[in-house]
């Protein structure tokens, strides 16, 4: 991924760092950030900024690549997909024959034109925010698989990171997978704060019905598990441990 962090966020971040005391580290570094934009409808970082988030003429990245990779040795064929952030829609192109549906998120018009004018038969591609509420309502039945190579690089706040896992959450099986990579945690739009490791993913385990575990040097992913009444006890359980532990 690119990398465009400036000298100036390195400093903020090792000026952050330097000034925690380390046991407060036990927990992700995210969990400092935030906990409400303050934005209901316009959820996520620089939806404005099409060279960020316009990716239909950009080559597949070498995250979503191993995403595929690790899916190809799991039982995929004739499985359903979720795929949030299409790009070139490449993964449609690559996987569509031989799966039962893929459904694609996209906050780009370009990707969406894309989309659409490859008129593969069971692709179907929304433009909605991963971090809205408003993406649930689109989504008509659970799927076996999500593939989003950056959950948290877009981030804007905690309440819609949360609110982007508890709606995976909602829309994984049982045993449906969310794949991810450490490629893509890496990068971050803005706060530096929001890259995420395997640890942190572990950390989520506490409090959404997921199980965080490694399908290859870093690609990741979280089994889902448990009821849907499971799902809003935790993001509920979460909101409770980070007030507990912000006092
Ligand atoms: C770095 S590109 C990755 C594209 C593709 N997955 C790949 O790796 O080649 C990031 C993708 O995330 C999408 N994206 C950015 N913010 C998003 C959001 N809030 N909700 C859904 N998709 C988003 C962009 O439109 C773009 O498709």
């Known amino acids: ?18 000034e925690l005391p380390g046991k407060v580290l036990a927990r992700p570094s995210y969990t400092f950030c935030a906990e409400h934009c303050g934005r209901v409808h316009e959820t996520g970082l620089v939806a404005d900024q099409p060279r960020l988030v316009d990716f239909s003429t950009v080559p597949v990245t070498a995250d979503q690549l191993r995403m595929e990779e690790a899916l190809k040795a799991l039982d995929w064929q004739g499985s359903s997909v979720l795929h949030v952030g299409v790009g070139d829609s490449g993964f449609a192109r690559r996987f569509a024959p031989q799966l039962r549906r893929v459904v694609g998120l996209t906050i780009s018009d370009a990707e969406l034109a894309l989309a659409r004018s490859l008129q593969i038969p069971n692709y179907d591609v929304l433009k909605v925010s991963k971090y809205s509420w408003s993406f649930r309502p689109g989504i008509d039945e659970p799927f076996d698989f999500i593939l989003d190579n950056n959950p948290n690089s877009f981030a804007c ?39 995420l490791q395997f640890r942190d993913l572990q950390w989520l385990e506490r409090f959404f019905p997921l199980r965080a575990t490694r399908l290859s040097r ?26 507990v532990q912000a006092v």
């Open 157 to 195: 706040c905690k309440f819609h990171f949360h609110q982007m896992l508890e709606t995976y959450c909602a829309v994984l099986k049982p045993g449906g997978m969310l794949l991810t990579d450490q490629g893509g945690m890496d990068w971050v739009a803005s706060d530096l704060r929001w890259r």
């Open 218 to 243: 870093s690609v990741y992913a979280l089994v889902r598990n448990g009821t849907a009444s499971a799902v809003l006890v935790g993001a509920q359980a979460l909101e409770h441990a980070a007030v």
């Open 1 to 18: 991924m690119i990398d465009r962090m400036t000298s100036a966020s390195r400093r903020l971040w090792r000026q952050w760092k330097a």
